[in-house]
T-cell receptor, first 114, second 111 residues
């Protein structure tokens, strides 16, 4: 069964360092998303991406964040200068149709900023 | 501000019990409501509800939406230990490309 895959599963980084979280969405999907979940809190929307550009982003997604689809399969989230409060589980999701109908989530990357 | 509220926050039941999880919402431009089950990591899709009063069913799980009263319930009958998870409710807005999640209900089923 097709699935969204994310790497790495866990990343520890020092404050101020750049991190890149990687995702391979389901191959025939057109819409890609990043969400995050701080421990004990809600899943929060970060950004959606379609046709090689950002279609919507939340207030969380400030200038420190960027997304890219560098080739036909990968979808990445970059955090330029990590802060302690960026520590969270980051989920990538994809859907074949718009408006998040039946969005499928990856297993997540746990980011720990120390 | 768009808001999704789930209750209870957590629940402990014994195997064989029936549980009802609640999700209420206050959003602009509602399109649909999704239920997800989150075990160790990724939320896995359970149901999508768009119309009021039509029950969606999958095995021991069922769900229904009330668009007038702005809530949905998820029922699990004859619970098993494998049902232990966090159950997430999320609303899809008519315009835009995001899910608005509730905080989830932690369900623990004891054997």
């Amino acid at each position: 069964e097709p699935e969204v895959t994310q790497t790495p599963s866990h990343q520890v980084t020092q404050m101020g360092q750049e991190v890149i979280l990687r995702c391979v969405p389901i191959s025939n999907h057109l819409y890609f998303y990043w969400y995050r979940q701080i421990l004990g809190q809600k899943v929060e929307f970060l950004v959606s991406f379609y046709n090689n550009e950002i279609s919507e982003k939340s207030e969380i997604f400030d200038d420190q964040f960027s997304v890219e689809r560098p080739d036909g399969s990968n979808f990445t989230l970059k955090i330029r200068s990590t802060k302690l409060e960026d520590s969270a589980m980051y989920f990538c999701a994809s859907s074949g149709r718009q408006l998040n109908t039946e969005a499928f989530f990856g297993q997540g990357t746990r980011l720990t900023v120390v | 501000e768009d808001k999704v509220v789930q209750s209870p926050l957590s629940l402990v039941v014994h195997e064989g019990d029936t549980v009802t999880l609640n999700c209420s919402y206050e959003v602009t431009n509602f399109r649909s409501l999704l239920w997800y089950k989150q075990e160790k990591k990724a939320p896995t899709f359970l149901f999508m509800l768009t119309s009021s009063g039509i029950e969606k069913k999958s095995g021991r799980l069922s769900s229904i939406l009330d668009k007038k009263e702005l809530f949905s319930i998820l029922n699990i009958t004859a619970t098993q230990t494998g049902d232990s998870a966090v159950y997430l409710c999320a609303v899809v807005l008519e315009y835009g490309n995001k899910l608005v999640f509730g905080a989830g209900t932690i369900l623990r089923v004891k054997s």
